[in-house]
């Protein structure tokens, strides 16, 4: 049993949506375009992001803040801000380009919300389908 003094502490590390601003500013900060080893050392520094929590291991062979800034990388794409030039290349967009933090967190909510919409839709299809087979 663990006692009261050995208990292990969690490092809070940031969510992905928290490290989209850093991952984008890096990229600019970059010329426009970075590797994602890169741009995770430049995002993780704007990000005050600690060795402690880059330690963190996540189960994919990368610390668990490399794997939040995956998530990161892929809103910031979804959302026109970023793209895949090439593999492990990422560039910013001209709508990345200008877009400030409020317009990049709106225009993440709406990306979301349009993905839980069409979730919703694809469920409901399919539920119906089913239904159809069952009267059938």
């Given at each position: 049993m663990i006692g009261q003094d050995e208990r292990v502490?969690?490092?809070?590390?940031?969510?992905y949506h928290e490290l989209m601003w850093p991952a984008l500013q890096?990229?600019?900060e970059l010329g426009g375009s970075a590797t994602v080893s890169k741009m995770n050392e430049r995002a993780m520094a704007a990000a005050n992001?600690?060795?402690?929590?880059?330690a963190v291991p996540?189960?994919?062979g990368m610390s668990e803040v490399e794997y939040r800034f995956h998530w990161a990388r892929t809103h910031l794409k979804a959302i026109g801000a970023l793209e895949n030039s090439a593999r492990g290349i990422w560039t910013v967009t001209?709508?990345?380009?200008?877009m400030s933090e409020p317009e990049m967190?709106?225009?993440n909510r709406e990306w979301k919300k349009s993905l839980?919409?069409?979730?919703?839709a694809q469920l409901g299809s399919q539920v119906a389908e089913a239904e159809?087979?069952?009267n059938a």
């Open positions: 502490t969690t490092l809070s590390i940031p969510q890096a990229t600019k992001v600690t060795k402690e929590q880059q996540h189960k994919k001209d709508h990345g380009r200008s967190r709106a225009a839980r919409e069409q979730r919703l159809g087979r069952n």
